[in-house]
C-alpha cells in the first residue's frame, strides 16, 4: 500500500481522476438562470468527494457501536446496514475483477491479501477500512479550509492571487480558456499551504500511541516504565504557546511561512516536527500525499471560480462536539448554507485542470521537508 501512495505515476493517476471528477461537479454549479445556487457547504463537500461511496458516511457516524460489536445490527441499525451493503458492492467488485482495472492502491491491496490467502469476502469487507481512511478527515479537511478562506476574505484574495500566477489563458474558439496545472501549487502558493497547515493544527484531534521499550526518566520528573503506552494528543502539542508563540490561540494564515508568527520575534520559527497532524515515525500517515493533493485541488478549483456568501450573512464556525473516535480532523456539527456564484471577472470562458507527472511533495510534514 506505501508504495501505491507514494509520490510517483500511480497517486498522480488517482488523483487525475479525483481532480477531473470534480470539475464536473463545479461546472454543475455554473447557475443557469442568472441566480445564486444554494447549497449545504459541508453537504457539498462531503457528496462530491466521495461521490459514490457517500454511503460510507453512514458506516462512519456510527462507528463507535460497530467497534463495540454489541448486538450492532441494532444498537447501530443503519450504520450496520450501510457496512454490509458496501461490503456485499466490493465483493461482487472484486469477483467480476474490476480491480484489474482499478487503481494501483485498490490492485496492490488485494493481491496483497490474496496472496496471504483472504477468502474475497474478507478482502471485500477489509477494503471498506481502506474506504473509511480515505474519506474520514479528507473531506472535513476541505469543509474547513474553504470555509476559512472564504470566512477572511484578504486570505481568499492572496490566495487566488498566488494561484494566478500559474494559472495560464488562452482563447479557444473565441472564449476565453484558464488553464491550471495543479502540480505548480507546491512551489508557487506558500500561503495556500500554510493556510492548510494551520487549519489542520487547530481543527485535528490525533493521537500518537507508543511503547516504552525500556525504563526512562523524562526531565528528570517522568518515570516511564517499560512496557507502558504513551498517548500524545496531538491537540496538546498544537496549542502549547511554548512551541507556537503567545499567538498560539489566533488563526495566523501565514504562521508556516518565513513571515510565520510571534513566535520569530520571539526566537525562531517552531520545529517542523511540532506539526503532527499526519503521525510522525513509522506511523507516519501514508496517505498524507493523496489527501493533501486532493484536498488542495478542491480548494482551489473551488476558489479560482467561485464566489461564496454565507446566507444569513455572517460566516459563524459550526461546533464540533460530535466528532467520533475515528476521526482526526474534527467533524462540523452543522452546516452552513452558503450562495454561489461565478467570481466576478470569471463568469464566462472555459476552465482546464490537469495534473502534470511529478514525484515533488506538498512538504507540510517534517518528514517531507
Known amino acids: 500500500m506505501r508504495s501505491a501512495l507514494a509520490p510517483g505515476a500511480g497517486i498522480d493517476g488517482m488523483n487525475r481522476v479525483m481532480i477531473q471528477n470534480l470539475a464536473g ?9 442568472g441566480q445564486p445556487s444554494k447549497i449545504g457547504l459541508a453537504e457539498w463537500t462531503r457528496h462530491e468527494i466521495t461521490l459514490a461511496t457517500t454511503n460510507s458516511v453512514e458506516f462512519e457516524n456510527g462507528l463507535v457501536m460497530l467497534l463495540i460489536d454489541v448486538l450492532p445490527s441494532l444498537t447501530a441499525r443503519s450504520s450496520y446496514r450501510a457496512r454490509e451493503i458496501l461490503g456485499k ?21 488485494y493481491y496483497t491479501s490474496a496472496e496471504n490467502k483472504m477468502p474475497i469476502a474478507d478482502i471485500a469487507r477489509h477494503e471498506l477500512v481502506g474506504s473509511f481512511a480515505v474519506l474520514v478527515n479528507t ?11 472564504y470566512s477572511h476574505p484578504e486570505v481568499l484574495e492572496e490566495c487566488r492571487e498566488e494561484v494566478g500566477k500559474i494559472m495560464r489563458i488562452s482563447s479557444e474558439e473565441g472564449q476565453a480558456k484558464r488553464t491550471l496545472d495543479i502540480t505548480g501549487i507546491k512551489q508557487n502558493c506558500p500561503t495556500l499551504i500554510s493556510m492548510y497547515q494551520e487549519v489542520l493544527r487547530q481543527r485535528t ?11 526512562i526518566m523524562l526531565d528528570n520528573t517522568y518515570l516511564l516504565k517499560k512496557g507502558a503506552t504513551v498517548m500524545m494528543p496531538s491537540l496538546v502539542v498544537h496549542t502549547d504557546p511554548a512551541v507556537w508563540g503567545s499567538d498560539v490561540s489566533d488563526f495566523k494564515h501565514k504562521r508556516f511561512t518565513k513571515e510565520g508568527s510571534s513566535r520569530n520575534k520571539e526566537a525562531n520559527r517552531p520545529s517542523p516536527k511540532a506539526f503532527r497532524v499526519f503521525g510522525g515515525g513509522s506511523t507516519l500517515c501514508p496517505g498524507r500525499h493523496f489527501a493533501t493533493t486532493a484536498i488542495l485541488s478542491a480548494v482551489v478549483m473551488f476558489i479560482m471560480r467561485y464566489d461564496v456568501v454565507p446566507v444569513e450573512g455572517e460566516w459563524i464556525p459550526p461546533k464540533t462536539e460530535k466528532t467520533n473516535i475515528a476521526s482526526v480532523v474534527m467533524k462540523p456539527d452543522t452546516d452552513i448554507q452558503v450562495e454561489v456564484t461565478p467570481r466576478k471577472g470569471f463568469e464566462d470562458g472555459k476552465w482546464e485542470f490537469g495534473l502534470a507527472d511529478s514525484k515533488m511533495v506538498f512538504g507540510v510534514v517534517a518528514e517531507d521537508q
Not at 25 to 33: D, G
Not at 91 to 100: G, V
Not at 139 to 149: E, K
Open 89 to 109: 458492492a466490493f465483493q461482487e467488485y472484486f469477483e467480476a475483477k474490476h480491480h484489474e482495472t482499478g487503481s494501483i492502491l485498490v490492485q496492490n491491496r
Open 139 to 149: 473531506v472535513p479537511a476541505t469543509f474547513w479550509l474553504l470555509f476559512f478562506i
Open 205 to 215: 484531534l490525533g493521537v500518537q500511541a507508543r511503547q516504552v521499550m525500556k525504563d
Open 25 to 33: 461537479s463545479l461546472e454543475r454549479l455554473r447557475p443557469t438562470n
